[in-house]
């Protein structure tokens, strides 16, 4: 499954920051890391997002779902396996419900700190994306909320791919 060249097209279409007041982004620890991209970008200025998500109980549903999928998948089993899965999901809610404007609180680190040392691949990246999208189709999230969440998070690839 390719990822659809109209979501690379959204990512240009994203709010622009002065149009929604951003949440705040989680502190940095480690002063040897620069956040090159937002963890927390805004995707909307309504709560309309995150209900076609089925809120944040769909979106609890959606990551037992694609973590699954991300143990499964020989090309993002090795950044998952041995790791703490609830906790990940947790903050994987938290971060997805922050982003589409929803009454979450984000208790992650940024994702440049979340992933420093990770040695994560292009090629892996993308597959956890074609893993997220497929358990998006599976809860029947509409095409053009998914679209606006992804094109929402794809500049954190800056942070997250290393290698």
């Not at 984000?106 to 090629?123: D, F, P």
Request: glycine share 6%; with cysteine.
């Amino acid at each position: 499954m390719k990822i659809n060249i109209a979501l690379w097209a959204l990512t240009l279409m994203v709010l622009p920051a002065s149009a929604l007041a951003a949440p705040t982004e989680p502190a940095v620890s480690d002063p040897s890391i620069t956040p090159r991209a937002p963890t927390l970008p805004l995707a909307t200025d309504g709560t309309a997002l995150l209900e076609s998500f089925g809120g944040t109980a769909g979106l609890t549903r959606i990551m037992d779902d694609v973590m699954v999928r991300w143990l499964a998948n020989p090309r993002t089993r090795p950044f998952f396996e041995g790791s703490d899965e609830e906790r990940i999901k947790k903050q994987l809610v938290e971060q997805f419900c922050v982003v589409m404007n929803g009454p979450c609180t984000y208790s992650g680190r940024t994702m440049a700190e979340s992933h420093k040392g990770m040695k994560v691949t292009e090629g892996a990246f993308y597959a956890l994306v074609e893993e997220l999208q497929i358990s998006l189709n599976k809860a029947n999230v509409p095409f053009f909320a998914q679209n606006r969440l992804i094109a929402a998070l794809a500049p954190m690839h800056r942070d997250i791919i290393d290698k």
